[in-house]
Nanobody, 126 residues
Framework: QAQLVESGGGMVQAGGSLSLSCAAS????????MAWFRQVPGKEREFLAA????????KYDDSVKGRFIISRDNAKSTVDLRLTNLKPEDTAVYYC???????????????????WGRGTQVTVSS
C-alpha cells in the first residue's frame, strides 16, 4: 500500500515562506505524477501544483503561480512544495497526492489521485 507523509507545515507571518516535503513509499515513485492540494474546513480540496513522473510537465493553479514551486527527487522518493510570499488566505491543510495511473499527464483533479497523505497545517497570520 502506498504511503505519503507530509512535513514542514507551521505558522508564519504574511509575506513569509515555508517548505513542505512529502515522503513516499510503496509503489515505484518515479512512475507516478505527484501533486499538492490544500483544503480549508467547509470547502473542497483545491489543486495547487503537480509535477510529472520525470520531473517535467509542471502545472500550477493560477492562485499560486509565481509564489509556490513544486519539485521532486526520484532518488529520494520525495516531492516538495516551496511556499513564498504567503498570504492569510493560504491558511489550510496541505496534502500531497499520488496519481492513480502511472506515467501520463499530471491531472488537476483530486479524483485522479488515489494515494493521499494525512496533511500538514499551514497557518499564515496577517
Amino acid at each position: 500500500q502506498a504511503q505519503l507523509v507530509e512535513s514542514g507545515g507551521g505558522m508564519v507571518q504574511a509575506g513569509g515562506s515555508l517548505s513542505l516535503s512529502c515522503a513516499a513509499s510503496g509503489r515505484p515513485f518515479s512512475r507516478y505524477n505527484m501533486a499538492w492540494f490544500r483544503q480549508v474546513p467547509g470547502k473542497e480540496r483545491e489543486f495547487l501544483a503537480a509535477v510529472g513522473w520525470s520531473g517535467e510537465r509542471i502545472k500550477y493553479d493560477d492562485s499560486v503561480k509565481g509564489r509556490f514551486i513544486i519539485s521532486r527527487d526520484n532518488a529520494k522518493s520525495t516531492v516538495d512544495l516551496r511556499l513564498t510570499n504567503l498570504k492569510p488566505e493560504d491558511t489550510a491543510v496541505y496534502y500531497c497526492a499520488r496519481q492513480r495511473e502511472s506515467y501520463g499527464v499530471p491531472s488537476r483533479k483530486p479524483s485522479q489521485y488515489d494515494s493521499w497523505g494525512r496533511g500538514t497545517q499551514v497557518t499564515v497570520s496577517s
